[in-house]
């Protein structure tokens, strides 16, 4: 049974929602933050939300920025997803989606700092690490970057949206 859609948040309340949780994961859950999670990236950002079809809950969510310096260069993170939907391929359809996103505006580079629990999540979606693991907030991070040219997992078409499925 689909009981999940993962959609561009187009409303200030659809922000709103995945601003909640990545509090509750970020600032409350991981402690990586004091108070909110909030930096100079989340204007202008592109936030993609995986809603429970049940019960019409956010239960995932991720943004996708444009780097100041260098804008064909895109940047993901802020990857979140509730503690009662985890290990249910929540997290890997959030990045499919951000990766065809990022891909559909053109961009050159697609780069995420990503915590290193979660680094063979990520090359097993193809990606792969540059430099040297670092330190966030008391958190040791991975940069890794996508090549748009490997397919490592199937894409759908620009447009379509996504559905997990339940295990």
Known sequence: MKFCEIRVAKSEEEIQKALELRRMVFVE???MFE????DEYDHGAIYLNAWSRRKDV???????YRDK???N????GRLAVHPDYRTRGIGVYLIRAAVETVKNQQASR????????NIELFKKLGWEP???TFVFNGHPHQIMEVDFNVCHAPLQPAGQRRQAVEP
């Open 29 to 31: 859950e991981q402690r």
């Open 35 to 38: 108070e909110n999670d909030l």
């Open 58 to 64: 956010l239960i995932g969510t991720v943004r996708c």
């Open 69 to 71: 310096e260098k804008p």
């Open 73 to 76: 260069v895109w940047w993901g």
């Open 110 to 117: 697609f780069l995420a700092s990503v915590q290193l629990q």
């Open 130 to 132: 540059v430099g040297e």
